[in-house]
C-alpha cells in the first residue's frame, strides 16, 4: 500500500494499529530510529551553513516571520521556513517516512508539508530566553480548516532531558480552549499554564528524550513547549509543521475583529476565488502520497 520510495526496512518502521490508537488517545508519538545519520549529518553542516548567512534560495519578503540573526541573543534561535532556504535542511524535511509516518497517524491518503522551524538552544542558557513557552500549534494555523494537523520534531542529536528537549502535555489535544495558546514567545511556564489549568484536568509533561534518528510527533491541539538547556552541548532541532490531505485555508479574524493572514498566504498560488492555495506544490510539496505506491 506504500510509497515506492520506502524500503522493506522503512515500512517496519511505520507505526502499528497500536501505535495509532496511542497517538489518538495522548496526542503525540514517538517514532523508531528512521532518519539515517547521514542525512542529519548533513542537516547539522546545512545549519551551520545557514547560521553563517549562506542560503541556496531566499523568501521574497525578509519580515513577518521569526527570522534569528547574529546579535539577537543566543538563548535561543528560531527561524521559520528554512527548507526553503537551505537545501540540506529541506533534503530532511522531506523525508518520505515522516510524511508516511504522518500518513497513518493522521489516517489521510497524502501529507503536504506546512511550514518548518530550525531551533537552536547555546548550552547552559540556563536564562528564561532558552525557554519555548506553552502553546498549541493550531493557535499559529488560524486559516487551516483541518483539526488534525500534526508536526514532526526532529532532534539532530541525542536528547535527554538537561538539553532542554521538547516537552508534551499528555492528552492536552483534547482539551478545549486552547485553540488560541499562541504563547511560544511567553517564557513564564507556570503563568501559562493558569490559562489551560482546570479542575479534573492532570498536566502531565512528558519530555521527548530521544536519540539520534528518533523523531516526536504531535497533534497540532497537544500543548508543548521546552524547558531551557541545561547541558554542555548545543540543543538544535528542526520541527516540521504538516498538513494531512483535507487540509484547505480558511479566512479567519480574531476575537478583536481583526483577519488574519498567514505569512505563506502571501508567496503561494491563489485558487480561482483569490483564496491562498494550501497544496500549492512550490511552497506545500507533498511529502508523502498513497498515490505513489
Ligand atoms: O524545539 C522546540 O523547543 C519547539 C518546537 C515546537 O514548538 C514544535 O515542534 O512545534
Known amino acids: 500500500m506504500f510509497t515506492q520510495s520506502l524500503s522493506q ?15 489518538e488517545e495522548h496526542g503525540w508519538y514517538i517514532s523508531k530510529k528512521v532518519i539515517p545519520d547521514e542525512i542529519i549529518d548533513q542537516a547539522i553542516l546545512g545549519s551551520e551553513k545557514f547560521y553563517r548567512g549562506e542560503r541556496d534560495a531566499t523568501l521574497p519578503y525578509s519580515s ?49 508539508l506546512f511550514e518548518d522551524q530550525l531551533v537552536y538552544k547555546t548550552p547552559q542558557s540556563k536564562d528564561q530566553f532558552g525557554v519555548v513557552g506553552w502553546h498549541t500549534d493550531r493557535a499559529y494555523c488560524s486559516n487551516c480548516t483541518s483539526d488534525n494537523l500534526l508536526a514532526a520534531w526532529i532532534p539532530f542529536h541525542d536528547c535527554d532531558e538537561s538539553i532542554g528537549p521538547l516537552v508534551v502535555i499528555d492528552g492536552s489535544h483534547k ?59 548545543i540543543r538544535l532541532a528542526m520541527a516540521v509543521h504538516l498538513q494531512d490531505d483535507a487540509n484547505r485555508y480558511q479566512p479567519y479574524w480574531n476575537h478583536k475583529g ?25 511552497v506545500f510539496p507533498v511529502v508523502w502520497s498513497a498515490e505513489h505506491s
Open 9 to 23: 526496512e522503512q515500512l517496519a518502521l511505520l507505526p502499528t494499529d497500536e501505535d495509532v490508537a496511542f497517538y
Open 175 to 233: 482539551w478545549s480552549g486552547t485553540e488560541h495558546l499562541r504563547c511560544f514567545n511567553h517564557h513564564n511556564l507556570k503563568e501559562t499554564e493558569k490559562k489551560f489549568a482546570q479542575e479534573g484536568r492532570r498536566i502531565v509533561e512528558v519530555p521527548m528524550t530521544l536519540k539520534k534518528g528518533q523523531i516526536s510527533f504531535h497533534h497540532c491541539g497537544t500543548i508543548h513547549g521546552s524547558y531551557p538547556n541545561y547541558s554542555n552541548s
Open 258 to 282: 481583526e483577519q488574519i493572514h498567514h505569512f505563506l498566504d502571501r508567496i503561494c498560488r491563489k485558487l480561482p476565488n483569490g483564496n491562498p492555495d494550501y497544496s500549492d506544490p512550490a
Open 64 to 112: 513577518g516571520y521569526s527570522n534569528w540573526k547574529p546579535g539577537d541573543g543566543d538563548s535561543m534561535r528560531n527561524n521559520e521556513f528554512v527548507s526553503m532556504q537551505k537545501k540540506e535542511l529541506r533534503q530532511l524535511g522531506l523525508q518520505p517516512i515522516i510524511g508516511a509516518i504522518a500518513a497513518r497517524l493522521t489516517r489521510s491518503k497524502r501529507i503536504r
